[in-house]
């Protein structure tokens, strides 16, 4: 994680290895993913809503 100056978030680094991935999916088993993510803008006025339950899960691979 690197922050501003003035201590706010802009960039968060992650990686995870795939593990119990669906059939479909086989070939990336066991491989390695970087999610490399930057934050801008902050201060800036957003409106953040929640999805549409139609379209979220909570089931969890493995």
Known sequence: ????SAGLVSKLWSSFTAKGVPNDYSEYESSTFIVDTRYTGWGSKVSVKAPNPKTVTDKQFG
Do not use: E, H, R, S
Not at 1 to 4: A, D, F, I, K, Q
């Open 1 to 4: 994680m690197t922050l501003t």
